[in-house]
C-alpha cells in the first residue's frame, strides 16, 4: 500500500533551471497539497487541489505552478528556481475537504538550488 | 489570517509525561489537528479537536479550548521512539483545504 510517492526524492538545481515535482496517490482521494517546509519550521501550503479539475492558491504559491492531471496525480512546477526555493516539499492527499479528514504525506523532496 | 505558537523545544525522560501547547489566532476557526514528524520524515496525523474537551488515542491526548484559543497534545509512557517534531494545525473555516501549521515542538526524550 503505497500511499503518496513523490518523485524524485532529492534534486539540486541552479538558479534560472525549471523542475516539476511529481506526486501520486493510490488512496483514491479527492483533495491534495503541495507543502514546502524550511528549516525550523512548519509547512507551509503552496497550492492544493479541492477536486479533479479544480486547484487553488495557497499561502505561499509564488514562483510556482501546478496541475492536477487526474485524480492521482498532482505535479508542482518550478519556472524559474531560486535559490529561495531551497526546501524539502511535501504532497499530501485527504480524502476529501471535510473538517475531520486527515491529510496522508508523501516522503518529500529535498530540493537544493544553487 | 492565522497564526499558532508552540515551544520551539521540550526535553523530557523515558516514562515521563510531557504536555506540548499550541496557541493560535485565526480569522475563523475550524478545528486543532496535531501532526508527528521524525526527523527527516514524513508529518503523520496523530489526533483532530473539532470540540472543546479531551481526546485520547492510546498514550497520547489532545485537548482544546476554543473560548481559551489554545490546545495541548499530552504524551504518556514516553518512549525514545517518541523523540520527534509535533505541529499544530488549524484548518480555515471559510476554506477546509486551507491549512496552517504551527512551527513545530522539538520533543527530545532521555533515557
Known amino acids: 500500500n503505497a500511499g503518496v510517492t513523490q518523485t524524485p526524492k532529492f534534486q539540486v538545481l541552479k538558479t534560472g533551471q525549471s523542475m516539476t515535482l511529481q506526486c501520486a496517490q493510490d488512496?483514491?482521494?479527492?483533495?491534495m497539497y503541495w507543502y514546502r517546509q524550511d528549516p525550523g519550521m512548519g509547512l507551509r501550503l503552496i497550492y492544493y487541489?479541492?477536486?479533479?479539475?479544480?486547484?487553488d492558491k495557497g499561502e505561499v504559491p509564488n514562483g510556482y505552478n501546478v496541475s492536477r492531471l487526474n485524480k492521482r496525480e498532482f505535479s508542482l512546477r518550478l519556472e524559474s528556481a531560486a535559490p529561495s526555493q531551497t526546501s524539502v516539499y511535501f504532497c499530501a492527499s485527504s480524502e476529501n475537504g471535510n473538517s475531520n479528514q486527515p491529510q496522508h504525506f508523501g516522503d518529500g523532496t529535498r530540493l537544493s538550488i544553487l | 489570517g492565522q497564526s499558532l505558537e508552540q515551544p520551539s523545544e521540550v526535553t523530557a525522560v523515558e516514562g515521563a509525561i510531557v504536555q506540548i501547547n499550541c496557541t493560535y489566532q485565526?480569522?475563523?476557526?475550524?478545528?486543532l489537528s496535531w501532526y508527528q514528524q521524525h526527523d527527516g520524515g514524513a508529518p503523520t496525523f496523530l489526533s483532530y479537536n473539532a470540540l472543546d474537551g479531551l481526546e485520547e488515542t492510546g498514550r497520547f491526548s489532545s485537548f482544546l479550548s476554543r473560548s481559551d484559543s489554545y490546545g495541548y497534545l499530552l504524551l504518556q509512557e514516553l518512549q525514545m521512539k517518541d523523540s520527534a517534531s509535533y505541529f499544530c494545525?488549524?484548518?480555515?473555516?471559510?476554506?477546509?483545504?486551507?491549512?496552517?501549521f504551527g512551527s513545530g515542538t522539538k520533543l527530545n526524550v532521555k533515557p
Open positions: 494545525a488549524v484548518r480555515d473555516r471559510n476554506n477546509f483545504n486551507k491549512f496552517y
Open positions: 485565526t480569522s475563523g476557526f475550524y478545528g
Open positions: 488512496m483514491n482521494h479527492n483533495s
Open positions: 487541489s479541492a477536486s479533479e479539475g479544480t486547484t
